[in-house]
Each structure stands twice: as C-alpha cells, then as structure tokens.
C-alpha cells in the first residue's frame, strides 16, 4: 500500500504549508472556522473525568497525559481534536460537561458541572443513543463515568444555541467505539454464564457417574450398585443445603448398603471422592467452555446487526441534528480499525467479530451520509489499517504494543501519564492502552483529517 503513504506524504507537506507549518494556524486557511464543536467518545473526550481522584491521579483524557514536550516533542498529552484547533488557529477546546457518578470512598464522586463556554461535549464511555456505556455505574464500575451519549450531546448543544448550528463552525463527530466495547462485554457476561451453567451440570453427572462406579466396584453386585449409588447422590444434591460433605455421605452410606462396607472409612472413599472431583472439573469446564463459545458464536450475527443499527442511528443524527439544524461542516469520522487493536489481538479476543463489527458499522454510517454535500466522511479505518501493517512510513515505532503500564485505575490510558508507561522510548507507539492512541498518533489522526479536509475543499 505505498501509494497511500506515498498520498499522505503529499497532503502533509500541503496541510503543514496551510497551517503554517506549526500548530498555530495562519490567515492562509481557505476556511475560518468560527469556533470547533465536537461529539463523541473517549478518541476526543478533553477531559470529561479530570475530577476528583483522576485528576490526582494525573490522568484526564484517554492517552498518555502530561505536557512532556520539553523531553520529547511527541509526548504533548493531547487528542486529535485539539491539533485540529490550533491548525484551524482556534482557541484550544475544553470540555463541556466534568464530573464522576462513582464511587464517593474512592473520589469518584464529583458534582456534573456544565460549561457553557466549552464545546467539546465528548465524553468517554459515551454511545451513539444508549445511555450506558462502558464505565457507566449501571455497569457496576465504580468510576461512575457519565457516558452521555451522543444523541443527548446534540440535544444539549443546541438547546444551548437556539435549537440550530451557526453555519460557519467546524463540527468533529466521532463514536461507535462504545457500542462494541459494550456489546462485547454483555456478550462475554452471558457466554460465561451458559458457560458455567453447563459446566455446572456436566460436572456434577461426571462426579456422580465416576464416584459411584468406584464405590460399586467393590459392592456384592456392582451392576445393581452403580445405579442404587448413583441414585443416592442425586437425591442428596436436591435436598436444601447439599453440599459436597451430604453427597459424598449419602452415597458412601448406599453403597455400604449395597455390600462395599470397606467404602465406609475415609482412607477408601476420600481418594475416590478426590478422583472423582477432579475428573469432574476437567469435564466440566471443557463443556462450560464449549458451550461459552457455542453462545458466542450464535450471538455474534446479532452483535454485527446492532452495530449496523448504530451506524444508522449515527448517519441519522449527522443528517438530521446537525445539518438539518445548520451546520455547514461536519467531520464525520467513522471506526478504527479496532479489530488489529492490543485489546483484539489477545487470544481471548473474539478478533473476527470484531473486526465484522466494526466493518458493519462503517458500512451502515457511510451509506446513511452518501450524497450529504455538508458531511465529509473521513476513513480513520483505512488509515489506521495501513499503519498498524505498515508503521515505518509514518514515524510509529510500535503499532501492536501499550505503551501505558498498570495504574491505579488499571490499564485504562484515562490515568495513564509520562510518569507511568512502559520501559523505554514510547513516545512514536501508536496506543496509549489496548484500544486508545498516543499524543504521536493523535496527530497523525489529525493530520489525516486536515487533508481530507483540503481534499474537501473546505482548508
């Protein structure tokens, strides 16, 4: 894919010539933007949760945080949305809503407050019309994230500016992200409960089948004993308060009963138990992880479906709430390529569906905004495909690693700072965590952006 780098090389030396060859911007921009609004999620989140222990924490946005410019010019601690302010020669954005619904013991909970002279209402965590996203307390995680999602953004900035756009601001959407993560993460709940449940009931016939086959080996007649055994343990495991003491006792007693009186002394039937047990368990989380898979695999169709429904219901928002209510300049970017991600490429991940559902969604939010003249529709995936196969051209030193360490709030690059990310120059990687990207590579997103924009017509 040289030619792409080869096209970006070009549109580079053109946007850093328009824009002055710095961050500042300059008077030669064919468009002045009288102000940047922005919607989405955490890709241009400026710092949402930047209160209370996360802002101790040094933490605030999702990547490497903390002005490290002065050590290495790479380490800036900023998001794509804020190189594109300064390019456009704007005022640096800040965010439009702050605080945590959380946990109060751990400092996470901290009054909302709304800044009506902030426009970036982007907010990690946040979905396209689904309240509950990722870090959301109705999710149990006790961060409290307030995961406002993209349609009440909308709602918010016009009711704060008549119901309708100016006409002459920079609009920057981007969202979606979300609407994976959580679906994945339902979808990983439930698996693990068919899971378990059919773990459950496979292990319980394999212990009551294999104990009761030993016990019967040494009663009077072991072909009338194995089903008079086995018939015991199971009454016992319905009675209320079964345990593994009651089975075990119940079924040692039938088949002392049935002529094995040696099974009566702990030395004798104890081992057999623990056999027994332990070929259960073997059994039992096989079945439980074959069945984990079955309901993945049978889930996974709708889970592409939904994230269809998303890019529909994203295009629809675009059409409808922004140039239906007046803007003239809509940045609509669509899903990175999360499925070559850290986060998909473990072996855990279910990398394919994935990757099916970010195409999806792309596909549905690029057909809904087809032919919308005020709507430029920038491919973040193709780039970032290209990037993660191919990083030399563009300056990245690692595009399959995090460079951010385990923090206080555990992986996640929202506390991450210059002060705690892995061994060793990671400045040019392209993610902060498994899913978020660098300052680096949020100014080759933005950079990106900026020639698709001249490319428009509209820098």
Not at 49 to 58: A, F, I, R, S
Not at 59 to 68: E, L, R, S
């Amino acid at each position: 894919m040289r030619h792409i780098n080869f096209a970006l090389t070009l549109l580079t030396a053109a946007v850093l010539t328009a824009c002055g060859g710095s961050e500042t911007g300059n008077q030669e921009l064919r468009t002045k933007f009288s102000s940047q609004v922005s919607f989405g999620d955490s890709l241009a989140d400026l710092g949402t949760y930047n209160v209370g222990t996360v802002k101790l924490l040094g933490g605030g946005k999702y990547t490497i945080n903390g002005n490290g410019s002065a050590t290495n010019p790479a380490l800036t601690g900023k998001n794509f949305t804020e190189y594109l302010a300064a390019q456009f020669g704007l005022p640096a954005p800040c965010p439009a809503q702050t605080g945590l619904d959380g946990d109060a013991s751990l400092g996470f909970s901290v009054a909302v407050v709304n800044n009506n002279s902030c426009l970036s209402y982007a907010q990690g965590g946040a979905r396209v019309t689904n309240p509950v996203g990722p870090g959301n307390k109705a999710t149990g995680a006790s961060i409290g994230q307030l995961t406002v999602p993209v349609v009440t953004q909308v709602a918010n900035h016009l009711s704060r500016n008549g119901g309708k756009f100016k006409g002459d601001e920079v609009v920057i959407v981007i969202a979606g992200g979300n609407d994976a993560l959580e679906l994945l993460a339902e979808l990983s709940v439930h698996a693990k409960e068919a899971g378990a449940a059919e773990g459950a009931k496979v292990g319980a016939q394999s212990f009551a089948t294999n104990f009761a086959a030993q016990l019967a080996a040494g009663a009077t007649n072991p072909a009338a004993a194995g089903p008079a055994i086995g018939g015991a343990i199971l009454a016992a495991s319905q009675r209320p308060g079964a345990n593994d003491q009651t089975i075990i006792g119940a079924a040692v007693q039938a088949a002392v009963a049935q002529g094995n009186v040696a099974a009566a002394s702990e030395s004798v039937y104890l081992p057999m138990a623990a056999k027994a047990k332990a070929t259960a368990t073997a059994e039992g989380e096989a079945a439980g992880a074959k069945a984990g898979a079955a309901f993945a695999a049978a889930e996974g169709p709708k889970m592409i479906a939904a994230m269809g429904v998303a890019g529909d219901e994203l295009a629809a928002l675009v059409k409808t709430q922004m140039v239906g209510k007046g803007a003239n300049y809509v940045v609509l970017n669509n899903l990175p390529d999360l499925g070559h991600a850290p986060a998909s490429t473990k072996p855990t991940s279910p990398q394919a569906l994935i990757i099916a559902m970010v195409d999806n969604f792309n596909a549905h939010l690029k057909a809904g905004v087809a032919g919308e003249s005020k709507v430029l529709y920038v491919d973040l995936y193709a780039i970032s495909h290209d990037q993660i196969k191919n990083p030399a051209p563009y300056g990245l030193s690692n595009t399959t690693q995090a460079a951010c360490a385990a923090n206080k709030l555990g992986t996640t690059s929202l506390a991450c700072t210059t002060a705690n990310t892995i061994a060793g120059d990671v400045s040019r990687y392209m993610f902060a965590d498994d899913v978020h990207p660098t300052p680096f590579e949020n100014s080759l997103i933005a950079k990106y952006v900026a020639e698709q924009m001249i490319v428009k017509g509209w820098l």
